[in-house]
Structure formats: C-alpha cells, structure tokens
C-alpha cells in the first residue's frame, strides 16, 4: 500500500507545526529548559521546603505529555553522596509545548520558580531537535 505524501510549502512549515493537535499528530515541539538554581546560601533550603510539592506537579506534567523528561543537576561530588547530603545547581527539563511561550508560562507557573529557588534571570529556554527518543507518556 502506498501512502500518499503531504507536501507543505517550506514558507508554512512553521505553522503548520505550531498549528498541529496533539490527537493527529504523536508530538509538538520539543523544548529543553536549563533552569539554575540560585547561589545564595538560602537556594537550597528553599528547593528543599518546596520539593515534594514541585514533584506532585511534575507528576501531573508528565501524565498529561507536557513534561517528557526532566531532573536536577547535581555538583559532581554528590554523584556519591547520601541523599541528604546531594547539593543541587538547577532544572533541566525538556517539554512539549505549543510554542516556546507555553513553555514559559508552566516554567513561571512552577513552585521552584516562584519560590526563587530557580535563577530568573538565567533560565534558558530552547527548541531541541532530538536525535534520539523520549520515554512514552504514562497512559
């Protein structure tokens, strides 16, 4: 059987992917976020105090598709220390959104930002064409 090909004017790809419904399509664009943590001496205490919450949060995210993979980044000494003892330096999270202001908007809705635990100021956020796949959404 031959399928037939859609062919779309290189002038409307843009829209044409930003215009995509999660129910014909598998995916959306994909975006990684770096989101560091403050430096201060309080920054982790706050990540700390907020932690079980953000989890709750990103558990939902990542049922509904919008969060595909995600975690902190640690200093390398605390590759092999006790969980108490594990010093963190920031987010790093890749989602699938509609656009980069999507994306934003549930990085600025997150506790870690709104509780100054994330460095507004360095947030980064990006398209990423991904050479490889992500883990399925929960079902």
């Known amino acids: 059987m031959t399928r037939a090909l859609k062919i779309i004017p290189q002038r409307s790809i843009y829209s044409y992917i930003h215009k995509r419904k999660m129910s014909s399509t598998p995916s959306l664009p994909k975006f990684v976020v770096w989101a560091p943590d403050y430096t201060d001496e309080g920054a982790l205490g706050r990540r700390l105090a907020v932690r079980p919450a953000h989890l709750e949060n990103i558990k939902k995210q990542i049922s509904q598709g919008v969060l595909r993979v995600g975690g902190a980044f640690m200093t390398p000494e605390s590759v092999d220390a006790a969980a108490a003892d594990r010093k963190f330096r920031g987010s790093c999270m890749i989602y699938e959104g509609e656009s980069i202001d999507a994306v934003r908007q549930l990085v600025e809705e997150d506790l870690y930002y709104k509780t100054d635990v994330w460095d507004k100021e360095k947030i980064v956020i990006l398209p990423i064409a991904l ?9």
Do not use: I
Request: net charge neutral; no cysteine; proline share 33%.
């Open 131 to 139: 050479a490889t796949g992500l883990p399925p959404v929960p079902s």
